[in-house]
């Protein structure tokens, strides 16, 4: 991505020491052109682009020789080269792997635990990503971290690691929903995780018995069953 075509993206200056008809500007012309077509100068000095620019697709400079020939008779021409340098821009908005997450965590998973990895791409090149809790996380049960990777073809790319930040407690909540927002200092994108706490048999039955100094009394009329 990057500028349009039909922009604007400078002007070439050119004088004429002559007075009257000669000293005016009729035209420019492009004489060489490394950048292959991208950039016209019009007869105003207009340097225009032609073909919409992709800094990520390689092309980062080109030059311009230009000429500019006055309204003499014969006209005369002057010749200057225009350098360009294309600069990049956060133009793409990031992307990962996965929009939604589902995962059955139990009660009695540590905190530290991972959850799951997502996988960030973006098609600027030097893309820093930041992830945020932006929902459900009031309470910390899900912990951030992005970590490089090159495991991609991706301009930038990333992990976002999602690990258990807080300890679970099916009895006191069977479920959790954290959104995440990922932004690339431009755009967002959002990752949702839904995380269905499983319950885990954690404690044994507790029997009450009677203390030795009140026993148990029984009457031997009692009947059986």
Known sequence: MGALAG???GTVACTDADAGVDGQLARFQVLQDTSGGFFSVDDSGNVLLLQ???YELGFR???????????????????GVLSITVTDSNDN?????????????????????????????????????????VVGNS????????????????????????SLGASLDFEQAESAYVAIVVSDGASRVLVSLSI??????EFPP???????????VVSEAAEVG
Request: glycine share 4%; aromatic share 2%.
């Open 139 to 162: 309470n910390g049960v899900v912990a951030l971290h992005i970590a490089p990777t090159s495991s991609t073809s991706a301009p930038s790319a990333a992990l976002l690691h999602l």
């Open 196 to 201: 269905q706490v499983e319950d885990v048999n």
């Open 52 to 54: 919409k620019l992709d």
């Open 7 to 9: 922009t604007r993206v």
């Open 206 to 216: 507790v029997i009450s018995v009677l203390p030795a100094s009140e026993p148990l």
């Open 93 to 133: 908005m990031p992307t990962a792997n996965a929009s939604l997450l589902t995962l059955a965590v139990p009660e009695n998973a540590v905190v530290g635990q991972h959850l799951a990895t997502v996988l960030l791409e973006d098609q600027d090149a030097d893309t820093t990503f930041a992830a945020t809790a």
């Open 61 to 79: 400079e080109a030059s311009l020789l230009v000429l500019c020939f006055d309204g003499g008779s014969p006209s005369q021409a002057g010749t």
